[in-house]
């Protein structure tokens, strides 16, 4: 087995943030549940783009806000994502390249526009996701470079793959030739309720060995097990995947392995400006530190420290370079 | 004389920023002026995004970051510009509108795309600005509406107007409403290198009584005069134009009337992450105070309270309400 080009290959829905401050009224006038994703079609978000403030725009979409961050590690990332050929197709790749991104997926002419998730930001930093799926729509196995997956150590999807019709397919596609390839195949569980929409599905790929790195949330973790307790959670998980990184907000994560659970505190954090994207670099800093050798800890280390960073300020992706604050919290790379 | 139903409408060139962070090498690198703004045509915007890093996407022209401050001080604000029909269009139409802020200008179709500047933000919060003005080259007399104009106290018009062709027009046609309906016309000089492509013409309008209050900063001050003397610069400004304010960075600003000259000191600021907005929006707060009757000085209190407010994050418009800001600091309105 040659030594991978890449880091990391994430694959995912190709979105662009449109980020606002919202009031908690906003959100319950709107029917919407506080820090989950909500699919929406093309009409819901005109009205609900009428009915919100104003708005900045960044790139976004999970698995691109993680090969975001492993390149601001100094990781070498790829990402295979569908946008239009329109103008915030423009920006997404733009942003993608911008960071040294390998991104070569064709672009879709002549359909959807490119996808955009209005994040409403309320005051406790919580974002609560409007997600209007677009071009992502339209990602199908064709998408899929053979010799991009093959090149990669990881291979990282999204959950949220499961909504667009054609992108499971493509999923599987690259989780098969990833492990043809001897390389390692993750998925991040995404959201709550995308749990809930794929459970048996998600714990199928666990259970048939597609899933080598599992990543979740305390929510996402509990709403697989449908148990309140997070315990009981993690003692099943470890049961159903041979490795897991789970963020449990404020307290940091647990890194859930055969030989046990370690748990590695947060960073604390003056303000919480906005959690977008906490998750999303999180799993950046882990697979960063997975696909260079480090040991379990130091990489749930360095998601801890990427986390933190976005956590700090409005938009998914970091401000400052990740590499640098691993540096001066004493990491060699 | 009835009372206006605006305090201000801001007239300028509708333009959705691109901001990014630069080193000062990239500014070197690719000739260009710190601090000042750049006009692009399509190839070289093409070719400077290309080169430059990851970005965010906000609403920003300076006209139209002003009636955003107003708008936030809880004025009332109208807003002419020409932006296309695109997406970016969308963005920027639906940021004003979102604000309070009246944006009734038809929209141009089939011409080139909507304007965007690409701002490099350097390490000391300085910005430089490369603007590709696309559907802004298409305001003319035709978008002045006569009845936003009557109704509003102040009509405020950008030097940058002078750029596009016919936009000069359609700010004479706006003055002479303006004027006609017995309401106040203000310019801002917007950029040294604007004053010095139109130096003799708007010394024209200040002397032939177009112009009833000027706002500039220290450079496009002495720009406007030829002179490295700030002190020369403000003496002959006090013979040419009934009122003004000039901001002189960290210092505050002055304000420059036929009785004399006050000086109003800026808000401190604990870091300086954005210089972009910070003279629209002290134009926001002075305008906004003018309109409700405060004196000058009062004004420009307000003024500097807006400018510390945007310059401490990245992005021209204000992110927390400046009536809120303002109420803190024992205003009352």
Redesign the interface.
Known sequence: MTEPKFDALCIGNAIVD?L??AEDDFIVAEDLHKGTMHLIDAERAESL??A????????GGSAGNTA?GIASFGGQAAFIGKVAD???GD?YA??M???GVHFGTARLTGGA??ARSMILITPDGERTMNTYLGACQALSPADIDEAVVSDAAVTYLEGYLWDPPEAKEAFRRAAAIAHAAGRKVSITLSDPFCVDRFRDEFLGLMRDGTIDILFANDSELRSLYETASLDMAVAALAGDCPLSAVTIGAEGALVVARDGVKKIPAVPVDTVADLTGAGDLFAAGFLFGFARGMDHADSARLGVIAAAEVIGH??P?P?VSLADLARQSGFEF
Do not use: C, K, N
């Open positions: 449109i606002a401050r783009y009428a919100m403030g104003p708005a900045i725009e960044a790139s975001a329109d103008q915030l920006v733009h942003d390249r911008a960071i526009p490119t409005v938009g992706r401000a």
